[in-house]
């Protein structure tokens, strides 16, 4: 599985931005896919989950400001991210098991 993430940016604090995840074969059958991300100097965090028939987890840092959707007719898999803070500037990263997209890199500033 080959995982192409996208969709970051410089953004504005309180603003939002949209990460795509596109992965190489359906994922169907895929039951657990997840978004982690790595601030500068810091280790890499787990940000949000999601399972088979669409429950979802989140880190508490971003429960409430953040959704995680996925499209199997795309192959692809979302992170809305809403009331950015400076703090959630990190390179974002997307996971299949042991596979791992990239990273995309959000900028949260004014």
């Known amino acids: 599985v080959q995982l192409q993430a996208s969709g970051g940016g410089l953004v504005q604090p309180g603003g939002s931005l949209r990460l795509s995840c596109a992965a190489s074969?359906?994922?169907?059958?895929?039951?657990?896919m997840a978004w982690y991300r790595q601030a500068p100097g810091k280790q890499r965090e787990w940000v949000a989950t999601?399972?088979?028939?669409?429950?979802?987890n989140y880190a508490s840092s971003v429960r409430g400001r953040f959704t995680i959707s996925r499209d199997y007719a795309a192959n692809t898999m979302y992170l809305q991210m809403t009331s950015l803070k400076p703090e959630d500037t990190a390179v974002y990263y997307c996971?299949?098991?042991?596979?791992w997209g990239q990273g995309t890199l959000v900028t949260v500033s004014s």
């Open positions: 996971n299949i098991r042991e596979y």
């Open positions: 999601i399972f088979t028939g669409g429950h979802t």
């Open positions: 074969g359906s994922i169907a059958s895929i039951s657990v």
